[in-house]
């Protein structure tokens, strides 16, 4: 059933944009979904797309460029007239309207929303322009199904049909008072099996969750999963109904959010993908290295400073990259468990009882290692004492990186920081340094060199 | 609007539960939302959670049953009969159930699916029960408004106030042949804008997409999003409608996989939470903590095979845990881009040009990083043939580590393995050792110790 996008269909397209067959490209290009137009796009040169935007319907074109990937849709925006753009904008719900505009030159953004014909179309964009980025507000589409408590089923209905031309889903009727304050809502349900009669004061269900303008993106991701809902209304500070925010939207933030994390913790900095230019990759990547070279250099310090051993105890020193393994890996994995629990909320119970469990999973993990160590020491006839003070100074470098993977993501969310940033590079890098430290110190202790 | 829960109230409820005041508990929890009543029960002892599932109306424990942690749910249900469980099965969607019921040894699954009912959901879930879990048949759901094309508007509406009853959310209206095969959809908009006396045949969309129970979830995901799908029908071999999947359920599939990818990455195998048990936490960590070991064992072989060096060139044994963290850190950017490309269909273009992009990228990263370890070699007043040895090796170790993180995952990938094991201790723990030879190897080269 799915349409599969092949490079003979590719060449087809490009060779009849070449000759300029718009009839042929229409013909061919007529069933297929945005979706896939916007595959499509993706694959051709900028001029090519830009082609295809203005000879198809723009009822097909603003989809497709809202599914295109930022970078292909800026070289097209970049060959329309803002003319032409106010034409696919018209096309589009507001809040998609408003993602397109926001990556425009203000400039241009003037005379885009000056050749928007639909005037409330277009107002209804500049008011969404002007809530924060990361709160309901400018997430929200203007696009709803409203309905007052006073009107009847029957007279719903009509409105409803007259409103809904402009709704591309309708999901829930949200109703008013006289005063336009959200009171309730009424799901389609309601509607198809009340009677005609019945007044909505009689059959609409008071309880509705909202969100306000201001209530930030994450906040609304969390009660929209928490409460399974599938679009919620947005009100602003008086009580006034003024959008609503669809689950399409908030799975697109989800994963959004879910790739910042991955990508943070593994040392990539910004949103970048693996077809990004060589440059973005680098500023993504560089910073992060920057860091771990620090560290590394830190670590030379610290060698330096016990060179005593080198004489009697040269072995210590082969082991400095297993312990700055085991430091970063377990401080790795406690960060990692921490900061996802934090972010769906299920770090429970006081900092002393994870503190507790966390040295004891420490000691069980870490005397397991310990006794491989000892047993790889057996093997290779290294002397006894320092096959135990290896394993002892690593036990006590996993004790403690296991705390400070634990505990820093939580003293950064207490103070409002992202725990997020506390995995990968950061914690590996300090953990190697500390480690290293702790490892000589201790062995230091124990073997008096 | 938000309902808070507290100490104090939990503390209430505990109370009223030791006294078995079961009209004050039904009236204090009255107006709560299901989702806070799984916080609740989540907060009880088994016990006191079990008394409140067979206080409350089944419409509403059954849905807080979904919501909580499978762990809280399996002792929840180990305390109630299979008669009780079979009332709670009663009221949830058919794909809730199944997942409820699969959880149950099979000798108690029998007994509770007799005890149902309502033969015709009983039927539904041993349907969806002999699915293979990770298809679209065992997320789906029974329940669904279907209507034929031969049907009026008007006589729709009727059947549809029938079926809606069952349904927990009307999302599209599927439209079927006599046979029962799939034959398009009808949109809640095109039902209220359509005249009532016209025909399902005239005014149904015969483009739909859909799925078949074999379906693998992740590419029921795919679909769902890049067609921006609140649903999709399922079909089975012979093309029947039998159930559709709703985005909630994707949402939940979406995030359960970021998850998985992440705590891969950080070196945690299996599904754990920070609130797990010690002895969970251990299984799920300590494997690749024990990789990670072996790999350090395998650096100290490496190492003592170099150990003419340590006469002339100790400072190359103090670099080897900066070596080790950059081999480790590359390999985990390059993979983890990669992992997400490959996981948004987004790695384009021959292996050829991903190997000149990324030996491109290593090598802008290694020489900046090479001049900082010069510079430091400078400071410290190092021999100036010995700084630049360890850029040199440096250098070469950053361009093998960004080709082994990029290669091995697309080498897993076309071999049907996930490639998010390649992420993490995996490829930290290989870099760690063929960066440490690499950097010993070409240093001995250019040193000739």
């Not at 994390?261 to 970048?272: F, L, N």
């Not at 997020?420 to 430290?437: Q, W």
Request: charged fraction near 25%.
């Amino acid at each position: 059933m799915q349409f599969q996008l092949t490079t003979e269909f590719i060449e087809q397209i490009e060779q009849l944009i070449s000759i300029k067959d718009g009839n042929a490209l229409r013909e061919l290009l007529h069933d297929l979904h945005f979706a896939d137009i916007a595959d499509i796009l993706e694959e051709l040169t900028s001029d090519e797309a830009t082609y295809l935007i203005k000879l198809l319907e723009t009822e097909i074109t603003s989809e497709a460029l809202m599914e295109v990937d930022d970078d292909v849709r800026e070289k097209i925006l970049d060959r329309l007239s803002p003319k032409e753009i106010a034409a696919e904008l018209e096309e589009m719900d507001t809040d998609d309207a408003v993602d397109v505009i926001a990556e425009l030159d203000e400039e241009i953004q003037e005379q885009v929303i000056d050749e928007i014909d639909d005037e409330e179309h277009a107002a209804d964009i500049v008011e969404l322009l002007n809530y924060d980025e990361d709160t309901a507000g400018a997430l929200m589409a203007k696009e709803l199904v409203r309905v007052k408590e006073t009107w009847t089923i029957a007279g719903c209905v009509r409105e409803m049909r007259r409103q809904a031309k402009n709704v591309t889903r309708v999901h829930s009727i949200y109703v008013t008072n006289k005063e336009g304050k959200l009171t309730g809502r009424l799901s389609l349900k309601d509607l198809l099996t009340a009677s005609e009669k019945a007044h909505i004061s009689d059959v609409f269900i008071p309880k509705v969750d909202y969100v306000t303008v201001h209530t930030e993106n994450e906040e609304v991701a969390r009660i929209m999963q928490k409460y399974d809902l599938e679009a919620i209304p947005v009100v602003d500070e008086e009580g006034i109904l003024v959008g609503r925010i669809t689950i399409d939207d908030i799975v697109d933030f989800i994963k959004e959010e879910a790739e910042k994390d991955y990508q943070m913790a593994a040392g990539i900095s910004q949103d970048v993908e693996a077809d990004d230019s060589i440059w973005q990759l680098t500023r993504a990547r560089l910073p992060w290295l920057v860091l771990g070279l620090f560290g590394g250099l830190g670590a030379v310090y610290v060698m330096k400073g016990f060179d005593e051993a080198l004489a009697k105890y040269v072995e210590l020193f082969f082991f400095t990259p297993l312990i700055a393994a085991m430091a970063g890996n377990v401080g790795v994995q406690s960060s990692a468990i921490i900061v996802q629990g934090l972010a769906n909320d299920n770090v429970k119970g006081s900092l002393f009882q994870r503190l507790v469990k966390e040295v004891g999973l420490a000691l069980i993990n870490g005397v397991a290692l310990g006794l491989l160590v000892i047993a790889f020491g057996f093997f290779v006839g290294q002397e006894r004492l320092v096959s135990v003070t290896i394993a002892v100074s690593m036990l006590s470098v996993i004790i403690v990186a296991a705390l400070i993977g634990t505990f820093v993501p939580i003293i950064l969310d207490k103070r409002g920081i992202d725990p997020a940033i506390a995995t990968g590079p950061f914690i590996t890098t300090s953990n190697d340094i500390f480690g290293i430290f702790l490892f000589f110190y201790i062995s230091h202790l124990i073997l008096d060199f």
